[in-house]
């Protein structure tokens, strides 16, 4: 398969090489020839009162890359012109205070079409002044479309100053657990990509992938809950993509902040890009330094052969958290149709943490049986290195491009702990046990991905592609107990876990949109063929898997007037088991409550269907959609509890699973300085077990407020609300929290202080139910969630620059 991997990169090389030759010979026409002799004209007026509209802003963009080609201001009748420009497609972008921003696309001057005349532009007004107050159009914290929602990250300051974990919490559906794991309506297998492609940290949970990344460094999520078959099928609920920030301004720019919290949160940021074409240089690092503490309790009540007892534990945790990000690299802009990027990606995740648990067993007549505590103190070590090359090539046929990636991740996890138990008896020492455990995981992986899409004008699109990953995965974990007689450390060979996972999957996929009888439609189809291999290599125990699977989506679009938009869409999904799922070593962290994997797991496969409806009015809109999915060969975790006390919890594929439900998304101005964004999702989940069945209803709420009643003063509160919900054999109980931020702009937004209060009521708290064969576990859990943050950002902006020294250029870039 190795040999089939180079082949195929080889054949994308020679076709990336191809495209550059024929740019560089001129072979393939430059859609910008640098000789100024284009003119493009118009006018700009109120579309109310038909009136000209003076020091309006018009600015033109390259269409390739978004760069500036040119920018001016309207005379007192509107009127504006732009002379001396090059050949190319560009855009135009038509601004002015109070109005909303006018885009105007598929600007083309070549020999044949050297002068244009863009005719009357019409604004439309959107701000009002109500004395002190000023209120213009900007953009949305959220948009709905029928396939995706879009959070505009910047707008949520709620989460300035956090990490992804604290911006998911403000997403529609999603919910967090207090590990930080992710769930979308409920289902905690969701794919989460970086800039839409894999974040390579398989061997980590979602909520230790989304603690690496910090909130500042965030541009946008995207939420697809039905994704076409040009995704990757995995994960069944759907895909949170995480967009970065990457600045692509002229010239040298930046955003610089520093941030502290209560109980000692610390964490600062920087981001530059400097542009000269045809080089774009991006930079950025971000560090944090945090204290969290924790604590919890755990109640075990058991009836087994008719004997009944009784387990409680608490527990107090604190956790030193230390984080570094670094993401660097460059565009090579050869032409204006053929680009080149390069990025590489560093992330250093560290955290100790200090457990103390006490434990007490009690018989059915309310005595003590067993007395213990257990001291646990960890360190753990995660180091990320993610290199891309990408070339992308557009065409002068609108909508035709051709991209190819390599991607390579590199991830090395260091984890150790030693833990001290000590046997209790009437307050006296009986017994004492000192043990360790050290854990060294090593991950890489290869991808390599090409995409090819094609408009046939008044026929549809076609767009095709393929993508091949290569996932190598070693686990090693020891376990030492320590001899007091020999003061020796004395591995324990039958708890010793070496296991390697090896993972191909090679995808081709096609899709083909179009519109017929007046409906917009996108069909499509992916193949994937996996490979997997894996060894447990201390009693030698191997697997192998392979299978060819077909993912076919379907998606239906029909407009009608008013704004009015109708979605069914259909896709089939995978859930592939994790590999800290199918690894059979046994965790021991808790000694009463151990963990092991499954390696005999199979997929999961989802069935999903969508029915959604939008109505857009003003600035204002609504989105509903309806949801049913069908999981057969469900992963879950299934616990029993053995004769000995302990229980034992893996993972099985469970009979099948439905969810299906309502979810409703709408934001609305109350008034000119006062908006709300609100989601209601209303679900049930069934699960089918191999002996029990458990199902109920559930919904969450979700209401951000954002109030500007000050000029340059923005006051946001975020509340969140989780009714009980149903995984395997637990269950959650409800939970609400409210978040409140405020923020202040001086010196026309160079710089903003921000104040933020997390979890303002102190109610973020996670309850679990656990039901099995004789036994009721009741877990309770809480952090540290509410603290007081404070922050500072400036903003370094080349182009504002260039426009006080020329205030007859106006750039028009939106601040990202």
């Not at 509209?53 to 760069?67: F, P, Q, T």
């Not at 190319?88 to 205070?97: D, E, L, P, Q, S």
């Amino acid at each position: 398969m190795k040999s089939r991997f180079l082949k195929i990169s080889l054949l994308l090389l020679v076709v990336s090489l191809y495209n550059i030759s024929l740019a560089q010979s001129g072979r393939v026409e430059q859609s910008v020839n640098f000789v100024p002799i284009g003119k493009i004209s118009g006018e700009v007026f109120d579309a109310i009162t038909s009136k000209p509209i003076e020091y309006g802003n018009v600015v033109l963009y390259n269409s390739k890359d978004s760069s500036l080609v040119n920018g001016t201001i309207t005379n007192p009748s509107g009127e504006f012109s732009f002379e001396k420009l090059p050949f190319g497609r560009m855009y135009a972008k038509v601004t002015y205070i109070g109005y909303k921003t006018k885009v105007i696309d598929s600007i083309i001057i070549n020999p044949k079409n050297r002068e244009i005349n863009l005719g009357k532009i019409n604004l439309q007004p959107t701000a009002v002044n109500l004395g002190e107050v000023v209120v213009s159009s900007e953009k949305e914290m959220m948009v709905n479309n029928l396939d995706k929602k879009v959070i505009n990250v910047e707008k949520n300051i709620t989460s300035a100053g956090g990490t992804a974990v604290d911006v998911m919490q403000n997403i529609p559906s999603v919910s967090i657990d207090v590990d930080g794991a992710v769930s979308l309506r409920g289902n905690k297998n969701v794919t989460i990509l970086i800039d839409g492609k894999p974040n390579g940290l398989a061997s980590l949970g979602s909520g230790d992938i989304l603690n690496q990344i910090p909130a500042s460094s965030i541009e946008s999520i995207e939420l697809v809950t039905n994704p076409s078959a040009k995704y990757d099928p995995e994960g069944t609920a759907g895909i949170i993509n995480i967009v970065l920030k990457k600045r692509t301004n002229i010239g040298l720019n930046g955003v610089f902040s520093i941030n502290a919290g209560t109980r000692d949160k610390y964490n600062s940021s920087i981001n530059l890009n400097l542009r000269q074409y045809p080089l774009n240089f991006f930079a950025s690092y971000d560090g944090r330094v945090g204290n969290m503490l924790g604590n919890g309790t755990t109640n075990r009540f058991t009836n087994l052969s008719g004997i009944s007892s009784s387990l409680y534990q608490s527990q107090n945790e604190k956790n030193l958290m230390l984080t570094h990000n670094v993401n660097s690299g460059f565009d090579y802009m050869i032409n204006d149709l053929n680009t080149f990027t390069f990025s590489f990606q560093y992330r250093r995740f560290g955290m100790e943490n200090n457990v103390i648990a006490d434990n007490s067993t009690y018989n059915s007549s309310n005595i003590v049986i067993r007395e213990f505590n257990r001291i646990t103190d960890g360190e753990r070590a995660v180091d990320f290195r993610n290199y891309t090359l990408s070339y992308k090539k557009t065409y002068d046929n609108k909508g035709q491009e051709f991209t190819a990636d390599f991607m390579y991740n590199d991830i090395d996890m260091k984890f150790g702990q030693e833990i001290i138990q000590n046997e209790l008896s009437t307050g006296l020492v009986t017994d004492k046990l000192t043990q360790r455990t050290r854990s060294k995981n090593d991950n890489k992986m290869y991808i390599i991905q090409s995409n090819y899409k094609h408009p046939f004008e008044g026929f549809g699109t076609l767009e095709t592609g393929f993508k091949s990953s290569l996932r190598n995965l070693y686990m090693q974990n020891d376990y030492d107990v320590f001899n007091a007689a020999s003061d020796l450390w004395v591995t324990d060979a039958t708890s010793r876990n070496y296991f390697r996972n090896n993972e191909q999957v090679h995808a081709v996929y096609g899709t083909f949109a179009g519109k017929v009888f007046g409906i917009k439609y996108q069909t499509g189809l992916r193949a994937e063929q996996v490979f997997v291999d894996g060894l447990q290599e201390v009693n030698n125990f191997s697997y192998k898997k392979d299978y060819l699977t077909y993912y076919p989506s379907l998606h239906l679009v029909k407009e009608f007037e008013n704004q009015h938009e109708v979605l069914l869409s259909y896709s089939r999904r995978v859930n592939r088991p994790h590999p800290r799922s199918i690894n059979p070593v046994i965790d021991y962290t808790d000694s009463l409550n151990i963990t092991q994997g499954n390696p005999y797991l199979d997929p999961e496969y989802v069935n999903s269907y969508e029915l959604g409806y939008s109505k857009y009015w003003g600035a204002s809109s609504f989105t509903s959609n309806l949801f049913y999915k069908y999981t057969t060969g469900m992963i879950g975790n299934y616990s029993v509890l053995e004769p000995s006390g302990i229980t034992r919890t893996t993972f099985l594929n469970l009979s099948k699973g439905t969810s299906y439900g309502l979810e409703l998304t709408g934001n609305h101005a109350l008034l000119p300085w006062w908006r709300l964004n609100a989601n209601v999702s209303y679900f049930n989940s069934e699960v089918i077990g191999p002996d029990f069945t458990n199902d109920n209803f559930s919904w969450m709420a979700k209401l951000n407020s954002t109030m500007t009643v000050w000029e340059n003063i923005m006051v946001q509160m975020m509340l969140n609300y989780n009714s009980p919900m149903v995984m395997s054999q637990s269950k959650t109980k409800e939970m609400f929290t409210a978040d409140l931020a405020l923020r202040k702009e001086f010196m026309e937004g160079k710089i903003s202080l921000l104040l933020r209060v997390s979890d303002i009521f102190n109610t973020q708290k996670f309850d679990l139910e656990t039901t099995g064969n004789g036994f009721v576990i009741n877990s309770y859990r809480k952090r540290d969630s509410q603290n007081v943050f404070l922050g500072l950002t400036y903003r370094l902006d080349a182009t504002q620059r260039m426009r006080e020294r020329n205030p007859r250029t106006e750039s028009g870039m939106d601040e990202y």
